[in-house]
C-alpha cells in the first residue's frame, strides 16, 4: 500500500514537473522576450515590430537561433545587449535533471535516487555568439567545458602536420595550427601559462623531430624548460639578457642568410621554396626583455637591442619559417611592445590581474574573470573561443621526448676547447 502511495505520488509529482517544463519558455522565446524588454524593437506609428523567430536547429554544442530582425536595426544593436541576453538565459539555477528521474528503477530504493538526481543539480552556464548574414544568427552554446582535462598521447592523435593539442571548448577539442603564425601568450603565475608552453614544446618535438628547431629564453632561471635543454631540437636555452642577446643575434644572422637566399632563389616564403623546417623562438617572461622596465644603462641598451630583434621576427619572421611565442605574467604597455603584439595573430590569455592587463593582451576585457586554472581565452582572426587547456605531467612529457635527448658539452667545455684553441692545442673535445 505505502509503495504504491508512492509510486503514485512521484508519478505525479513527474507529471508536474513535466507540464512545468512545457510550460517554460524555450531559450528562443526567452531571446525574443528579453529583446523586448531591453528596447531592441522599432516603432512604426503605433506598432511595434520585434525580431521574428525564422528557424533554430539542434547541434552538439546547442541550439542556434536564426531570428529576422526589423528594418532599422542592425547587428551592433543586438551586440551592445549580449551581457543582458547573456544573464536573461542564465538567470535558473540549479535546475533538476529531468531525465535522471524518468530513468529512476522504481525496484530499487527511491530515496537514495532522489537524493543523487537532486545531488547532481547543476548551475545554468550558457554562453552566446551573434552574427548576421541577411539574418540575425545566435547560437547559444550549452555545451559543458570541464574543468580539467589531463593530457595523453591520444590528443596528439587528432593533430596533423604542425597542430597541437589547445583544449575544450564550448564547441569541442580544439587543435591550434602552428603554421597560423606568432603566439602572445599571457597569464597570471599557476594558471596554466608555463603547463601551455611545455605542451606546445612536446608536442613539437614529438610530432615533428626532424623538421623542429627550438630557441628558449626564459629570463626567470630557465627552470620551465630544464627538461628540454638536452634535446637535439633545443639550438640555444638562455637565461639571462646576454644570452638571450647572443641567441637572437645569431637568429638574425640567419634570418638575413635566408632572405638572400629566397630574393636569389625567387621564392616568396618557405612553402614556395618547399623547406619543412621551422624554428620556434619562446620568450617567457618579456618583462624581463623590455628596455622600458629594464635599469641601468648597459643592460637597458642590451634589452633594446634584444627587443628590436624580436620586432624584426615578428614583422618578417613568419613569411620566413621562425614562429614567435611571446609570453608575459604582467602584460603592461611598457611590457608588450605594440610592433611584436600587432604582428601575432593569435592570442592566448588565462587569468590577468585586471581589465587594464586584459585589454593590453585581448584589446577588450574578459581575462580578470577567469576563475578556472587552465582555462583561457583563445582569440585569432577567426574569432574568440574560451578553452580548458590540458594539464600534463613532468613524467609525460620525459617519456614523450626521451628519444631526442642527446649528451651535450656543459659551457664550460666550450670555454676551454676555444681557449686551447687560441694556444694553438690541437686538443678537441667532440660529442658523445
Given amino acids: 500500500m505505502l509503495f504504491e502511495i508512492v509510486t503514485t505520488s512521484l508519478a505525479a509529482g513527474l507529471v508536474g514537473f513535466s507540464y512545468f517544463k512545457r510550460s517554460e519558455?524555450?531559450?528562443?522565446?526567452?531571446?525574443?522576450?528579453?529583446?523586448?524588454?531591453?528596447?531592441?524593437?522599432?516603432?512604426?506609428?503605433?506598432?511595434?515590430?520585434?525580431?521574428?523567430?525564422?528557424?533554430?536547429?539542434?547541434?552538439?554544442?546547442?541550439?542556434?537561433?536564426?531570428?529576422?530582425?526589423?528594418?532599422?536595426?542592425?547587428?551592433?544593436?543586438?551586440?551592445?545587449?549580449?551581457?543582458?541576453?547573456?544573464?536573461?538565459?542564465?538567470?535558473?539555477?540549479?535546475?533538476?535533471?529531468?531525465?535522471?528521474?524518468?530513468?529512476?528503477?522504481?525496484?530499487?530504493?527511491?530515496?537514495?535516487?532522489?537524493?543523487?538526481?537532486?545531488?547532481?543539480?547543476?548551475?545554468?552556464?550558457?554562453?552566446i555568439e551573434l552574427n548576421y548574414d541577411g539574418m540575425l544568427n545566435i547560437?547559444?552554446?550549452?555545451?559543458?567545458?570541464?574543468?580539467?582535462?589531463?593530457?595523453?598521447?591520444?590528443?596528439?592523435?587528432?593533430?596533423?602536420?604542425?597542430?597541437?593539442?589547445l583544449g575544450e571548448s564550448?564547441?569541442?577539442?580544439?587543435?591550434?595550427?602552428?603554421?597560423?603564425?606568432?603566439?602572445?601568450?599571457?597569464?597570471?603565475?599557476?594558471?596554466?601559462?608555463?603547463?601551455?608552453?611545455?605542451?606546445?614544446?612536446?608536442?613539437?618535438?614529438?610530432?615533428?623531430?626532424?623538421?623542429?628547431?627550438?630557441?628558449?629564453?626564459?629570463?626567470?632561471?630557465?627552470?620551465?624548460?630544464?627538461?628540454?635543454?638536452?634535446?637535439?631540437?633545443?639550438?640555444?636555452?638562455?637565461?639571462?639578457?646576454?644570452?638571450?642577446?647572443?641567441?637572437?643575434?645569431?637568429?638574425?644572422?640567419?634570418?638575413?642568410?635566408?632572405?638572400?637566399?629566397?630574393?636569389?632563389?625567387g621564392s616568396e616564403d618557405i612553402k614556395e621554396a618547399g623547406i619543412d623546417t621551422r624554428h620556434f623562438i619562446f620568450v617567457d617572461e618579456a618583462a624581463q626583455i623590455s628596455p622600458n622596465i629594464i635599469t641601468g644603462k648597459e643592460e637597458k641598451e642590451k634589452a633594446r637591442k634584444c627587443e628590436g630583434t624580436l620586432s624584426e621576427i615578428a614583422r618578417i619572421g613568419a613569411g620566413l619559417g621562425y614562429r614567435l611565442i611571446y609570453c608575459s605574467q604582467y602584460p603592461t604597455a611598457d611590457v608588450m611592445n605594440k610592433q611584436i603584439k600587432q604582428n601575432c595573430d593569435t592570442v592566448i590569455t588565462y587569468k590577468l590581474r585586471d581589465a587594464v592587463a586584459s585589454r593590453v593582451v585581448l584589446d577588450e576585457s574578459g581575462a580578470e574573470k577567469l576563475e578556472v586554472p587552465g582555462r583561457a581565452i583563445y582569440k585569432t582572426p577567426d574569432g574568440v573561443r574560451i578553452v580548458q587547456t590540458p594539464f600534463i605531467e613532468n613524467d609525460q612529457i620525459e617519456k614523450m621526448i626521451a628519444p631526442h635527448i642527446t649528451i651535450k658539452p656543459r659551457r664550460e667545455e666550450l670555454i676551454i676547447e676555444e681557449t686551447t684553441k687560441s694556444r694553438g692545442n690541437t686538443f678537441k673535445l667532440e660529442e658523445l
Fill in 139 to 165: 547560437k547559444v552554446l550549452d555545451r559543458h567545458i570541464p574543468n580539467k582535462i589531463n593530457f595523453n598521447l591520444g590528443m596528439l592523435g587528432e593533430c596533423v602536420d604542425w597542430e597541437i593539442p
Fill in 170 to 265: 564550448r564547441y569541442g577539442f580544439v587543435n591550434h595550427d602552428m603554421e597560423r603564425g606568432h603566439i602572445t601568450l599571457a597569464g597570471a603565475t599557476r594558471k596554466g601559462k608555463t603547463v601551455l608552453l611545455k605542451i606546445i614544446i612536446t608536442s613539437l618535438i614529438h610530432q615533428q623531430p626532424e623538421n623542429t628547431k627550438l630557441t628558449l629564453i626564459d629570463l626567470k632561471g630557465g627552470l620551465a624548460f630544464t627538461r628540454f635543454k638536452n634535446a637535439k631540437q633545443v639550438l640555444e636555452v638562455a637565461t639571462n639578457i646576454d644570452e638571450a642577446l647572443s641567441a637572437l643575434q645569431k637568429i638574425k644572422s640567419e634570418m638575413d642568410q635566408m632572405k638572400c637566399w629566397f630574393d636569389k632563389n
Fill in 25 to 127: 519558455l524555450d531559450d528562443g522565446e526567452k531571446i525574443k522576450k528579453i529583446a523586448l524588454n531591453c528596447g531592441l524593437y522599432v516603432k512604426e506609428e503605433k506598432e511595434i515590430r520585434t525580431m521574428q523567430l525564422y528557424r533554430k536547429k539542434k547541434h552538439e554544442w546547442g541550439m542556434e537561433y536564426v531570428y529576422r530582425i526589423p528594418l532599422g536595426m542592425c547587428l551592433t544593436d543586438f551586440e551592445k545587449k549580449t551581457e543582458h541576453l547573456r544573464d536573461g538565459l542564465n538567470n535558473r539555477k540549479k535546475p533538476i535533471n529531468f531525465r535522471g528521474l524518468v530513468q529512476m528503477d522504481f525496484k530499487e530504493k527511491l530515496l537514495p535516487q532522489i537524493k543523487q538526481i537532486l545531488g547532481d543539480r547543476y548551475i545554468s552556464d550558457k554562453d
